[in-house]
Each structure stands twice: as C-alpha cells, then as structure tokens.
C-alpha cells in the first residue's frame, strides 16, 4: 500500500525546487557602492544636516553627551527626506522587548491637511519617542496592565536605516524601550548602560596609568552558528515549527562523524542563499566577513567585522532576521535553536568581546612583549576578577531551556565558567603572581616542509572547549546560544569587568596617594588578585570528567539547568552590582529574572503539549497501521498454510511491537499528567521558581521517556508509514 503523507510529500516538493529569487551581480552592485547604501549613517549626516546641528549629534554618538532635544527636528526632517527618496512611506521604531526577538510598529508620513489632501510629515516628537502598548511584552511584573504604557526612545548611537520589501521601503530607527517610569522593558537599555559603566571605570583606571581618554567602548564580533534544511521538511515537522527543534528522531546511521562537513564546500543552493544574505546585510551596514561550514552536517556560520556593543547588537538581530528571511527565497528554513537536533552539534553563538578607546586603542591588546604591558596586563586580571567573583552573573546570561541541552554536552562548554588563558598569557599570569614578570614565551616558527608555502607563527594553540577564552586581542564568550540576542551576555560582561575595574582604579589611587611607587603598587594589586582568582583560570580539556572533578574541588559554580543558575542573580553582591553601576535597578533584577524562568517553563509547556500531540496523531498511528499490516500478514500467511515455525520471529515482533506501542501511550499519559499538574499550579499563581523546578523535574523526564520510545518506533515501523522526515533526510538533503 502505497501511502503518501507529509513526508513523502516534502520529498516530492523538494526534488523539484527551482529558486525564484533573482540573481545577484556583484559586479553590478559591488560592495563599495552597496554597503551602507540604506544606511542614514555619518556621511548622510555630514551630507544632509546643518553644521552645528550634525556636530551635537555626533558629540552623542562618539563621547556620549546627552543628546539635545533641540536637534531632532532638524534630524527628522533630514532623515524623512532622504527616506522618501528612497522610496519610504513609513517610518517604524524598532525595539528590543524581553522575548528576545525584535518589534516594531509602523507609522506612515501621512499628514491629512484638512482640504481632503495630505502631506508628508516627520517630527523630532516623532523621531524621538513612540508610544506603544507595553502591556503584550513580557515585564517580569514591572508594569501593572493600568500602567500599561511603554515608549520607545530613539538611540542615535544605531543609525537609522531602510528596510526594503518588493512593495515600499520603511524607515527603521532602533530604539531603547521603557516603562512610563524609566524601567527598562527590553534589551537595549540595560547594553546601553552596561556600555557607560564599562567606559567610565575603564577611563578612570587608565588615568592612573597616565593616560586621558574621552571615552572607552565595549567591541564585539559575534559569530552566528546556524542551520539551513530544506523548508518542506520544516513544514512537515510541527516541532521544527512551533518548538525550533526536533522533539522527536532517531539518531542516523552515519551523523557528524565523519568529520566531512566542517569547512567542507558549501552547497550550491546554500552559498545563494547566503551570498543574497550577505548582500542584504552589506546595504544595511552590517560588515559580514566570514563564512563556513560548521561541524555538523547541515549547520553553517557566518561572522561579521566587530562594532561597538550597540552597534554589534543591532546588527546581530538584523542578521538573524536576514538570515531567516532570505533562507525562505531558497526554499530553506533557517534553524537557530541551540540544539535542533538530539546528538547533533548545537549552535552556539560566539561573543568576541574586548575594550577599545575612541582613539583606538585596544585594551586587551597584548603588544609583542605582554609581560611588559602593565596596562593589558592590568585589564586582563580584571576580566579575570570579573568572570571568577560573578560566574552566575554571565553564566544565567546565557541560560534558556534551549541552551540547556547545549552547554555541556560535549560539544559546547560545560556549565562551568572558567578563563583560558593559552600558553604564552598564562604563563605571564603565573609569573605575576610570584614576582615581576620577566619573559614572554615565544611562539615557535611552524616549518610546513615546503619552500612554497610560508612559514607561520602562533602565540598558542587554540581550546575550543573553554566557555570563555582569551584569543589573542580579545575574550571570546562561547557559551552564548545561537538563537538568544547578545545584549544580555554582554549587558553582564560589561558591568562585571567594570566593577574590576573600578576595584583596581580605586586601590591603586589609594596606595599612589599613599606615596607607594606605581609599578610596586600595582604589582602588588594585580598579584593579590591572581592569588585570590586564578581557581577560574583552566587551560585544559572542559570537556573531560577530570575538570568537572577538579572545578567542584575548586569549588567554581556548575549551574547546570536554568533553574539553578537563576537563584545566582538575586545574590544581594548581584543586586548591588547592577544598582551600583545604575545598569539595572532592584526591581528590573527581578523582572528579568521572573521573564528568565517564565520564558523557560513557557517552551518546556509547549515542547511536552506538542509532543502530545505529536505522538498521538502521527507516531501511534503510523505504529498501530503498521501493527494491523504486520498482523494481517501474519494470519494471511497462516491461511496460505505457511509452516507456523517460519512465523515465530514475526509473531515475536508483532509481539514487541505491540508492547511497545502500548508503553509510549502510558507514558504519553503520564507526560499529559504532567502538564495538566504544571497548567493548574499556573492557574494558582505558583511561585516561578516552583514551577520552572517542576518542568525541570517531572516534565522533562515525561518528555525523555516518549521520545525515547517514539524514537524506538521509528526504526521499526515501514518506512513508507513513517510521517515525520527523519535525520538523515532533514540533514543531508542539500
Ligand atoms: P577566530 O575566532 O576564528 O579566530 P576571528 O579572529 O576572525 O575568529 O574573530 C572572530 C570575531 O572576533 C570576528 O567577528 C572579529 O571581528 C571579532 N574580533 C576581533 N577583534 C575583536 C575585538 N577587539 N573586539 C571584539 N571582537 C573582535
Ligand atoms: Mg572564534
């Protein structure tokens, strides 16, 4: 019996996709006349404002003075005109509310007149504030629905830009997004402030080394891992498209161990669809640089230049909107889940980070003689400080129930926040705590055993495993999901090292006040905080046994879950941490982290419902058809007269099959149990923690248990019966 069912379908639908998206001449439109073509950026400004008008802005955008309210009408008018010119009917203020992803509301330019006519009309009001009905985002209880307004206030350190759609361009202006009292409803305000604190700290400590800066930015260049498979599969897969990821699927017969898709050559349909991705980015600003296969089959990656931390967010969200986006033009869906798929590498997003003044120099720039640098060194240990004193803090910046199946599987750090240092920087480190550092390790020349071929040099070999490592001129924070926005690991990143900072500032001023001379002072500063910190220091394999071991016995956190890390941001040392740098204020702490353990029960809720769901309308029928097929053919094969001790092996899995069958709708019951349990104590009003605790430990065992059989299932039941696309096909069908 020939059966067709969503499978079989998205196979047939995808065999015969041709792209309708039009090609795209570089050579036509090339980089240096597209990029930032949409893009209301300084040279527009220069272009288009009057003169004192364009210097106030930017005395904003490059130190930071407070903006001047006076100037936005010149601002709106210049930015409505040029929109207009580009084809723009509406302007919209993005924001970035709690769910992680963006919002917007658009408003067209349109001013009735009065004589059944209208003209177009831009206001500085306009430009810089929005109103919008903040009561449908999550608040973590910050604002009652009486109080139900939010505005959204234009940031002009992220420049204005077009979005274009086949029908009209709209005028997007990124905003910070508030309760009427100034509490921040979203991720952009807290960055923001976070990126204050940093500079300030950092300028007052580099005034102890001599030296005037005007201002210091936090950098990043995040690196997004992804995944694109076929859309007709994601169709076919309700996990895929309500939940991001596979709640059920058995393991293939061949996965990533063949190692032959990391760097490997980038299929045809793929490299379209990101070289259009790229395209789109490169008209909105965004300096995507790199590109490459990632380790499992079917995941890719793509890095831009690095920004500043506002700017880098932004366009991180621009990106991953893009990439969602056009991926659908090439008949793709674009993955983000940290874990789409069980025993499957996850996808991360790696968060680069370091300081750089607005004279440009790089703080964490080692120089070629590190151990003589004082002032990296400085810097160094005050990240150092940072990471050990508020592990919890970056550790539930990255905490999600997707990100849980992630951290710590052996293909992603563990839950434990530790700091690679490499060879040469640690060696430094370790001589600093005994005394003046005196040498620096040399990188040795690699010979490649060929003339044609350079000779290259390296400081120290990479560790993948660390969740926090230091590579040459910067941190790289790996244990940052894919899908989550980046404001949050970097909000904590930022004020933590701030705090470090200013510690060190604080005590060197008073020990140089004493009369103590600079380099004793601050080796004696520095080496104290080595010996008090270096626990967080592990340039070993994070992956093994051992250092789980050997972290417990240094006692360093190991928040496995979501649910334990949570608690670690309510410390009372977190808590005036974030009010002591006015980043966010005691009740904001606890909105985020009420929004943190909602969110998390929330998609653990709507995994276990469609795993339901799933089981009852697609696997357990599937498994009962072919159930009847194999029971039928036994009798029809008994009737022919077939000698009954051929039968036996089939009677036997019929047999097992039926027992199977029946032990996945027991613990499909159970598992419906759960989340009636879980539904009432959200109708009672439970307290979060209790109830995100209680998804942690009863339903996410449920869950376990029907896949596992679902999955069991699967490499039973006839192929041609099977309605889900299975691994093999969503991963290798390119
Ligand atoms: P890899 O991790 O493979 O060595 P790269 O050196 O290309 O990668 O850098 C990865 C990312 O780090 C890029 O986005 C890059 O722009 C960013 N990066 C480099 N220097 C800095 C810096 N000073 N601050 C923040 N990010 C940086
Ligand atoms: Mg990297």
Redesign the pocket.
């Given at each position: 019996m020939a059966s067709t069912n969503a499978r079989s379908a998205a196979i047939a639908a995808l065999t015969s996709f041709k792209s309708m998206a039009p090609r795209i001449h570089f050579a036509e439109t090339p980089i240096k006349d597209i990029f930032a073509s949409n893009v209301f950026n300084e040279e527009v400004q220069r272009e288009r404002l009057p003169k004192p008008v364009f210097e106030k802005l930017h005395e904003t955008i490059r130190n930071g003075a407070q903006i001047d309210p006076a100037i936005a009408d010149a601002v709106a008018v210049a930015m409505k005109d040029w929109a207009i010119e580009k084809g723009a009917t509406h302007y919209a203020h993005i924001f970035y509310p709690m769910t992680g992803v963006t919002a917007e509301k658009h408003d067209s330019f349109i001013q009735p007149t009065g004589d059944g006519k209208a003209i177009l009309d831009f206001s500085g009001k306009e430009l810089s504030q929005g109103e919008s009905d903040a009561s449908s985002f999550p608040s973590g209880g910050l604002r009652a629905t009486f109080e139900a307004r939010g505005y959204t206030a234009w940031d002009p350190t992220s420049p204005a830009y077009i979005l274009e759609n086949p029908n009209g361009t709209v005028l997007v202006i990124p905003t910070a997004f508030v309760s009427w009292t100034g509490e921040a409803l979203d991720q952009k305000t807290p960055l923001l402030r976070s990126m204050e604190a940093v500079s300030k700290s950092a300028i007052r400590l580099l005034n102890v080394f001599g030296k005037n800066s005007q201002k210091v930015f936090s950098?990043?260049?995040?690196?997004q891992e992804y995944f694109l498979i076929d859309k007709n599969f994601y169709y076919a897969r309700p996990d895929l498209l309500n939940a991001g990821r596979t709640l059920f699927g058995a393991r293939p017969p061949k996965g990533q161990e063949m190692e032959d898709h990391y760097f490997g050559s980038i299929p045809e349909r793929v490299l379209a669809c990101m070289l259009e991705v790229e395209h789109e980015l490169y008209k909105l600003g965004v300096p995507v640089?790199?590109r490459h296969n990632e380790v499992a089959p079917a995941q890719y990656e793509m890095?831009?230049?690095?920004e500043t931390s506002n700017l880098a967010h932004d366009h991180q969200m621009l990106t991953m909107e893009t990439l969602r986006r056009i991926a659908d033009k090439y008949g793709l869906a674009c993955l983000m889940h940290e874990k789409p798929f069980a025993g499957v590498n996850g996808s991360g997003k790696?968060n680069?980070?370091?300081l750089?003044t607005v004279e440009g120099e790089?703080l964490?720039?080692p120089g070629s003689t590190p151990h003589e640098n004082a002032q990296f060194l400085t810097f160094v240990c005050a990240v150092l400080r940072a990471v050990d004193k508020f592990a919890g803090v970056l550790r539930m910046s990255v905490a999600s129930a997707g990100n849980d199946h992630r951290l710590g599987s052996h293909e992603a750090p563990p839950a434990i926040i530790s700091v690679y240092l490499g060879d040469q920087l640690n060696d430094i480190i370790e001589q600093l705590e005994n005394g003046k550092p005196k040498s620096t390790k040399r990188g040795e020349d690699v010979w490649l055993g060929t003339r044609v071929l350079p000779k290259l040099r390296d400081a120290g070999d990479r560790n993948r495993t660390s969740p926090f490592a230091f590579?040459?001129?910067?941190f790289?924070f790996r244990a940052v999901s894919a899908g989550q926005s980046i404001a949050g690991p970097n909000t904590a990143l930022n004020t933590i090292v701030a705090e470090s900072l200013d510690y060190i500032a604080g005590k060197l001023e008073a020990e140089l006040v004493g009369g103590k001379e600079f380099n004793k002072a601050l080796h004696g500063v520095l080496s104290e905080i080595v010996k008090q910190h270096k626990r967080v220091i592990f340039n070993g394999d994070n992956y093994s046994d051992a250092w789980h071991a050997e972290a417990a016995k240094r006692g360093l956190p190991n928040f496995k879950t979501t649910v334990d890390a949570a608690p670690a941001i309510l410390t009372k040392e977190v808590v005036e941490l974030f009010g002591k740098y006015k980043v966010l204020n005691e009740r904001e702490v606890h909105s985020r982290y009420e929004i943190h353990l909602e969110n998390y029960k929330k998609r653990i809720n709507i995994e276990a419902q469609l795993m339901v769901s799933m089981a009852r309308t697609q696997i357990l029928p599937a498994a009962i058809r072919y159930q009847g097929e194999v029971a039928e053919s036994i009798v029809a094969a008994k009737t022919a007269g077939v000698n009954i001790g051929n039968l036996g092996e089939q009677e036997q899995s019929l047999s097992d099959l039926s027992k199977t069958i029946g032990e996945l709708q027991r613990k499909v019951t159970a598992l419906v149990q759960a989340t009636e349990h879980a539904a009432a104590s959200d109708e009672a009003d439970e307290d979060v923690l209790a109830q995100a605790t209680y998804s942690k430990e009863t339903i996410i065992p449920a869950m376990k248990a029907v896949r596992e059989l679902g999955d069991k299932l699967e490499t039973i039941v006839a192929d041609d019966l099977w309605p889900l696309p299975t691994y093999r096909e969503m991963l290798f069908i390119k």
């Open positions: 950098t990043v260049g995040p690196e640089k790199t890095a831009p230049v690095f790696h680069n980070w370091s750089a790089n964490l720039n590579t040459g001129n910067k790289e």
